[in-house]
Each structure stands twice: as C-alpha cells, then as structure tokens.
C-alpha cells in the first residue's frame, strides 16, 4: 500500500512524471550528438584554418600538404582569390571567425637549408671530410626564425597544445629530412644512402572481445554518463514530495497509522526504484534503435544488459537514499529543489560525467573517488568497454549500496531525534 500511494502521488503529477522520463533522452541524444565527432577518426567536422605563405618555399608546400591531408583541418589561403595577409588574419581570428591562423615567414625554406648545410659543413670539417676552404666559404649568418600563431581568444589551451605539437612536428621531420640529405651530399652523393623512415613507431594495442577491437564511441561513453545523470535527478521530485507530505499535514497522518517510518520509505524506495530502472532501459532503447537513425553508432549491450541493469539497480538506490536523506532535513520545496539539483550536478561534474577524471587536478582526482556518480560510472565502463565481470563490479556496487544504507540511515535517525524533540 505504501508503494500504491506513491504511485498515486506520481500519477496526480502527469506533466512532471513526463517530463522525467522525456528530459533525460532528449538530453542524452543532444550531447551525444555533439561529441560524436571528437570519437571519429574519418568523418570529422574540419575545422578551417587560415594559412600566410610569405615563403613560397618546400617547408611552407610540405605543411600546406600536410595539413591539407589532415582529417581535422580544412586550409583556407584565400579571401576572395586573394591571399591572405597576416593583418587580415589577425583581424579575421582575434574577431572569433576562425580559430587559428598559421603565419609562415619570408625564407625559411632557404634559411632552414642554409643554416643545415652550415652545420653539417662544420661536422663533416672537423671529422677530416671536406677542406677547410668549404667551410670558411659560408660565412652568412642564419637568424632564427618564428612561424606566428594565432588563435581565437575562446579557443581551449589543450586545442592551442595540440596544434602547436602537430606544426612542430610537421617542421622537424622536414628538418630531419634536410639534414639527412646535406649529410649525403656532403659525403658524396650516391655513397651515402641514409634510411630516412622513422626508426621508431608507434602501435596501438586494443583489447578485443570475440577477435573483435574494442573501439571506444561517443555512444558508450555519453549512454553511461548522462543515464546516471538521469537517475540521480530522482532526487528532486523524491524530495520535494517527502517536503509536500510534511507542509499538507500528509506525513503526520502516516505516522498514526501502525506501520514504522521504514515501511514509508521502503514504498518510496520501490517506486522511485522502478522510475530509475525505467529510465534506464529507455535510454538503453534509445541508444540501440534511434541512434543508428541520427548517424551515430549504436550501442552494443550484447551479453552485457544483466549486468549494466545491476549497476542501474544500485545506482537508483544510492540516488534514492540521497533523495530520502535531502527530503527529511529540507523544511520547505524551496530548500529541496535548488539543493538538490545543485548538488546533483556538483556531484556529476566531480564524478567525471562532464570532465575525465584523469584530466582533473590531483585533488580534484582524490574527491571525485567520493562521488557515487564516479562509482557507478567507472562500473558502466567495466562493463562497456573493460568486459569486465560482476566479480570486477562488486566494489562499485558494494559503494553505492553502503551510499543508500548511511544516507537512509541518517535520514531514519534525523527523523526519530526530530520527533523525539
């Protein structure tokens, strides 16, 4: 009976029992739309770039190529079939149009090369290659030289580091190059053929299920993330209701009856329980059936829905005690409702739904292992993308229940101290 009224309760509210289960998919499909292309390697959104060629030489030709090879980048040289110049460029970035603008000085194809051949001439003098006349005959002295880049004031510092480490490394392996083939001209030409591939290369090992390469998607990261966001905003309405029982006189009548205040809060603990887990399997739905339909790649749960239902179960019961918890101390709707979608969403952005928790700051790391949203997101991952096992899980899940235990019980506990007094 103690769920039936629960249920009754919900069923008075139709707009805000719609509103709980449309809110969360319209919201998981938006944010998984927008973060679908940082997962694909192919079909990434290029972003344009201007590029100043005041050097018309190979290092400018080989970056230009480079670049315009590139899955990420689209280069722009011309406004109007007219170039570029560095003002127009500045003005064009610092005015939010375009994100970065690449300005490649006057020489440094030329200089580059001379500044090489300088150094290699020295080497191969001093080692008794060549005559000291070679040498003494390059006396022109190479400046250093800067390529300028500008970025939009809004971009992100990690965007900044990224592109700076891509043209850095573009130019070193046109340095190298060049070094290699002065070297060879230095030494004779056709007597001195120099391996020029990288000697040292790089190779992804991915785990795979099956013979198959697991490889991670916005979908299996997003679905995960924004399901336990969804979950845990139970607590509003949870709480707000037990606020609701308590100003209509509603909780005190309860409380005439022969029942214990455990029985209540076992009603409400299996309704809402039933909303998260209906939540859940609709998001799941969602990610299965309408993804493919939007572009974007669906989720795989193949052998894996038992046990991601578990972690839903008891993600839903740490929500749930969290909301028990908040709709006992809160007086009034205005208390609960601001609070407890604040901390719903400070317990989300600690948590890693927003940000990695790898990319947080060391104490920041060390908070978020407190947040229940990182617990049952790192057992989702475990599941997704770790193919791991309901033996691996068990600390998750045994954190979250310990969660939904303290927090019931510090509610159960407030409450007998508050009558008592």
Request: net charge positive; proline share 4%; charged share 20%.
């Given at each position: 009976m103690s769920v039936y009224k629960e249920f009754l309760l919900l069923k008075r509210d139709m707009g805000g029992v719609v509103t709980l289960f449309l809110m969360p998919l319209v919201l998981i499909i938006t944010v998984t739309l927008i973060q679908d292309s940082t997962y694909k390697k192919g079909e990434q959104v290029k972003i344009p770039i201007l590029l100043v060629d005041y050097d018309n030489g190979k290092v400018s030709k080989t970056l230009f190529d480079n670049l315009k090879k590139s899955d990420v980048f689209s280069v722009v040289t011309a406004f109007n079939n007219k170039k570029i110049t560095e003002a127009e460029a500045k003005e064009a970035v610092f005015s939010g149009k375009y994100q970065m603008a690449i300005i490649i000085p006057s020489h440094l194809s030329r200089d580059l090369q001379a500044k090489i051949d300088q150094n290699v001439q020295k080497i191969v003098s001093s080692l008794g290659f060549s005559d000291s006349m070679a040498t003494k005959s390059v006396a022109k002295i190479v400046n250093q030289k800067e390529v300028k880049l500008y970025f939009d004031p809004a971009v992100q510092l990690s965007f900044r580091s990224g592109v700076m480490n891509a043209i850095d490394k573009m130019i070193s392996q046109i340095e190298t190059k060049s070094i290699y083939t002065s070297f060879q001209d230095e030494l004779g030409g056709e007597n001195a053929q120099f391996e020029q591939k990288s000697f040292i290369t790089f190779k992804e090992i991915i785990p795979k299920i099956n013979d198959k390469e697991i490889l991670p998607n916005s979908v299996q990261h997003n679905v995960p993330a924004w399901t336990l966001f969804a979950v845990f905003?139970?607590?509003?309405?949870?709480?707000?209701?037990?606020?609701?029982?308590?100003?209509?006189?509603?909780?005190?009548?309860?409380?005439?009856?022969?029942?214990?205040?455990?029985?209540?809060?076992?009603?409400?603990?299996?309704?809402?329980?039933?909303?998260?887990?209906?939540?859940?399997?609709?998001?799941?739905?969602?990610?299965?059936?309408?993804?493919?339909?939007?572009?974007?790649?669906?989720?795989?749960?193949?052998g894996n829905?038992?046990?991601?239902?578990?972690?839903?179960?008891?993600?839903?019961?740490?929500?749930?005690?969290?909301?028990?918890?908040?709709?006992?101390?809160a007086k009034t709707q205005e208390q609960s409702a601001p609070f407890g979608a604040t901390s719903v969403i400070i317990l989300a952005a600690i948590g890693g739904v927003w940000v990695p928790v790898f990319a947080m700051p060391k104490v920041m790391q060390v908070i978020a292992q407190s947040s229940p949203m990182n617990w049952g997101l790192e057992a989702f991952y475990d599941v997704l993308l770790r193919n791991g096992s309901l033996l691996d899980l068990l600390p998750e899940l045994f954190l979250l229940f310990l969660f939904f235990i303290v927090t019931t019980s510090l509610a159960l506990l407030y409450d007998k101290k508050k009558r008592a007094v």
């Amino acid at each position: 009976m103690s769920v039936y009224k629960e249920f009754l309760l919900l069923k008075r509210d139709m707009g805000g029992v719609v509103t709980l289960f449309l809110m969360p998919l319209v919201l998981i499909i938006t944010v998984t739309l927008i973060q679908d292309s940082t997962y694909k390697k192919g079909e990434q959104v290029k972003i344009p770039i201007l590029l100043v060629d005041y050097d018309n030489g190979k290092v400018s030709k080989t970056l230009f190529d480079n670049l315009k090879k590139s899955d990420v980048f689209s280069v722009v040289t011309a406004f109007n079939n007219k170039k570029i110049t560095e003002a127009e460029a500045k003005e064009a970035v610092f005015s939010g149009k375009y994100q970065m603008a690449i300005i490649i000085p006057s020489h440094l194809s030329r200089d580059l090369q001379a500044k090489i051949d300088q150094n290699v001439q020295k080497i191969v003098s001093s080692l008794g290659f060549s005559d000291s006349m070679a040498t003494k005959s390059v006396a022109k002295i190479v400046n250093q030289k800067e390529v300028k880049l500008y970025f939009d004031p809004a971009v992100q510092l990690s965007f900044r580091s990224g592109v700076m480490n891509a043209i850095d490394k573009m130019i070193s392996q046109i340095e190298t190059k060049s070094i290699y083939t002065s070297f060879q001209d230095e030494l004779g030409g056709e007597n001195a053929q120099f391996e020029q591939k990288s000697f040292i290369t790089f190779k992804e090992i991915i785990p795979k299920i099956n013979d198959k390469e697991i490889l991670p998607n916005s979908v299996q990261h997003n679905v995960p993330a924004w399901t336990l966001f969804a979950v845990f905003f139970i607590v509003i309405p949870l709480s707000i209701n037990m606020v609701k029982e308590k100003t209509q006189g509603t909780f005190v009548r309860l409380r005439t009856n022969p029942v214990s205040n455990r029985i209540v809060l076992a009603g409400k603990t299996v309704m809402y329980l039933i909303i998260c887990l209906i939540q859940f399997y609709m998001m799941i739905a969602v990610a299965i059936f309408l993804f493919p339909h939007l572009g974007l790649p669906p989720l795989n749960v193949e052998g894996n829905l038992i046990l991601m239902s578990i972690v839903a179960l008891f993600s839903g019961l740490a929500a749930i005690g969290f909301g028990i918890l908040l709709g006992t101390i809160a007086k009034t709707q205005e208390q609960s409702a601001p609070f407890g979608a604040t901390s719903v969403i400070i317990l989300a952005a600690i948590g890693g739904v927003w940000v990695p928790v790898f990319a947080m700051p060391k104490v920041m790391q060390v908070i978020a292992q407190s947040s229940p949203m990182n617990w049952g997101l790192e057992a989702f991952y475990d599941v997704l993308l770790r193919n791991g096992s309901l033996l691996d899980l068990l600390p998750e899940l045994f954190l979250l229940f310990l969660f939904f235990i303290v927090t019931t019980s510090l509610a159960l506990l407030y409450d007998k101290k508050k009558r008592a007094v």
